[in-house]
């Protein structure tokens, strides 16, 4: 069945930097626009970067632009989420999905920003 693992989150101080990883399986990765989400408990996920499936367009929310770069590698089923300049307010749970046709949600990587 359709599968992602999200890793790489952790504790990182205001303007430092992290790189999120997720491996997806069960499916044709190469095929499928992917995405990155965040969720705060409470409120309701939210879409912070897409790419599509050749990786050849990427969008971003407003709130991370200029910050966050979204990649993916193909041959490894995976996509890849790098936060740079990060804020107290980027603190959330990340997962990654299929950003059209989503499958089951993973357990996410929790990011936390604080000093």
């Known amino acids: 069945q359709v599968q992602f693992v999200e890793s790489g989150g952790g504790l990182v101080q205001p303007g430092g930097s992290l790189r999120l990883s997720c491996t997806a399986s069960?499916?044709?990765?190469?095929?499928?626009?992917m995405a990155w989400y965040r969720q705060i408990p409470g409120k309701e996920r939210d879409l912070v970067a897409s790419i599509t499936a050749l990786g050849t367009v990427t969008g971003y929310a407003d709130a991370v632009k200029g910050r966050f770069t979204i990649s993916r590698d193909n041959a490894k089923s995976r996509v890849y989420l790098e936060m740079n300049s990060v804020k107290p307010e980027d603190t959330a749970v990340y997962y990654c999905?299929?950003?059209?046709?989503?499958?089951?949600w993973g357990q996410g990587t929790q990011v936390t920003v604080s000093s």
């Open positions: 999905n299929r950003q059209y046709f989503a499958g089951s």
């Open positions: 069960g499916f044709t990765f190469s095929a499928y626009h």
